[in-house]
């Protein structure tokens, strides 16, 4: 019987090929299978776009689909299957790495694969690379300092508004506010309320073609959901 493969798991960054480790590097080329999410109505993965100029032509890649749906169960029947798909490969002796944008362990798909491989393959061997997140890599664009001293720090979504941020902002100094294309009107109003809307800015798609750097916020509510929106926000 074949020793199992191990998994996995790798950061491709915020968008810049030029910005994958070189371990990430490495190991995408040594893995037999390389699998990325994608859209289950379209075989695209721009996590893969972003690490194609360092793939072996020869590599095997494979798409796992996963479905937007407010249906719990649904999902969660999707990311087993996906997760099955995977622990054939491991079983088979192979090795397999999954593509993720940003970091592994931050907003990521892969914390969904990583759960329901657990349950289909317990004895798993997963390894995590990891990526350089859309805020570090704002912050660099913009050559803002994201935390000193002893400030903190708060990363945060705001695909639900910015209820979270209203709950601690009085005790925090800085902000991360994820995914800020949703329910844009509520978050610039708990960036006001929470005493960090002068000091705040957008960018979009940073580092990628159509990258944008929105000053002033009040401008996001104007134009259309960007998916790839963040703020960075201080006191």
């Not at 925090?172 to 995914?179: A, G, Q, R, S």
């Amino acid at each position: 019987m074949n020793q199992p493969g191990k998994l996995y798991g790798i950061g491709v960054g915020p968008g810049d090929p030029e910005l994958l480790t070189l371990k990430a590097v490495r190991i995408i080329n040594e893995a037999d299978v390389v699998f990325t999410a994608a859209s289950a109505k379209r075989d695209y993965s721009l996590a893969l776009e972003i690490a194609r100029p360092h793939l072996s032509p020869s590599v095997i890649t494979k798409f796992l689909s996963f479905t937007m749906t407010q249906d719990k169960e649904a999902t969660v029947a999707a990311w087993d299957g996906n997760a099955e798909q995977i622990a054939e490969v491991l079983k088979e002796g192979k090795n397999a790495a999954f593509l993720t944008l940003g970091d592994p362990m931050t907003y990521s798909t892969f914390g969904y694969i990583l759960k329901s491989l657990k349950k289909v393959m317990p004895e798993a061997s997963v390894e995590t690379v990891p990526g350089i997140t859309s805020f570090h890599a704002a912050a660099a664009r913009l050559n803002r300092t994201l935390v000193e001293a002893e400030e903190s720090l708060l990363i945060t979504s705001g695909a639900y508004g910015g209820d979270q941020l209203l709950k601690v902002g009085a005790s925090i100094e800085n902000v991360v506010m994820m995914k800020a294309y949703k329910n844009i009107k509520q978050n610039n109003q708990a960036l006001k309320k929470a005493g960090f809307y002068n000091n705040s800015v957008a960018i979009s798609k940073c580092g990628r073609e159509g990258e944008e750097i929105i000053k002033n916020i009040d401008e996001l509510e104007t134009r259309a959901p960007d998916y790839w929106t963040l703020v960075l926000a201080g006191k």
